[in-house]
């Protein structure tokens, strides 16, 4: 892949997307991992003296914390660091007896996303900036992220590269090698890997979704994640009247 192409092409579809919205800039989260920092290295190029990163640690690894640092100051992207660990404990505490502690894991994970979510959309209306998320063609096509959480976006310069095509276009900007090396995760349990949890590697993954063939039990896995998943990528459905 022509990575030189691609960055072009996305930098200045950002800058058209901006345009057409009426809107100043791009605000977007930084995580510390690959897809946050190519995504924040978009928007600086695309938008240079209006793109703002936001670190947005909720009980988080504070290594991610440094990273996102790093890569904001070598990139010299402007950041505001908020942090959402009181806010995630004070809402736990108020929904603790419909079972958000013990009973509903998932629940208290997706939690996370949702108010960086939140946080995002706030700061975004304080600047007339628009959230550029970080999901990728990968990430989309298997549903492996949160409904209205870091799914809930106003565009995905990302959409299209599938996780390899990431790391691809990351090495081409030469992001920092604590960025590159480090396992892919979402960061929302301790310990949590995107391939330990979705229990087989992105490169098996890849192979079944662009063509390539692929390992039966892998591909029946994706397939079954598509089809549950597939809601995510819609909109709400409307009931229909008579």
């Not at 901006?18 to 690959?34: F, M």
């Not at 549903?143 to 390899?164: E, H, I, M, Q, R």
Request: aromatic share 8%; with cysteine; proline share 7%.
């Amino acid at each position: 892949m022509d990575y030189a192409a691609v960055y072009g092409k996305i930098v200045a579809w950002l800058r058209e997307m901006v345009t057409a919205a009426n809107a100043k800039g791009l605000v977007v989260g930084i995580s510390g991992g690959v897809d946050s920092a190519v995504t924040a290295v978009l928007s600086k190029a695309a938008c240079p003296a209006s793109t703002l990163g936001l670190i947005l640690p909720v009980q988080s690894n504070p290594q991610d914390l440094q990273d996102a640092r790093l890569l904001a100051r070598e990139f010299k992207i402007p950041i505001r660091v908020i942090e959402l660990s009181g806010v995630f404990e004070l809402f736990l505490g108020e929904v603790a007896g419909w079972g958000a502690r013990e009973g509903a894991p998932l629940a208290v994970a997706n939690l996370k996303p949702r108010l960086r979510m939140a946080a995002l959309y706030y700061v975004a209306n304080e600047y007339n900036y628009l959230v550029a998320g970080t999901g990728n063609a990968t990430e989309l096509a298997l549903g492996y992220f949160t409904k209205y959480g870091d799914g809930g976006v106003d565009l995905l310069p990302l959409g299209n590269l599938s996780k390899a095509e990431v790391y691809g276009l990351a090495c081409y900007l030469e992001l920092p090698e604590a960025i590159l090396t480090k396992a892919p995760s979402a960061g929302l349990l301790p310990g949590q890997t995107d391939e330990g949890e979705l229990g087989y590697g992105y490169q098996a993954l890849e192979e079944v979704l662009y063509g390539k063939g692929g390992d039966p039990e892998v591909r029946a896995f994706v397939e079954r994640r598509r089809r549950e998943n597939r809601h995510k990528l819609a909109p709400p459905p409307v009931a229909p009247l008579p």
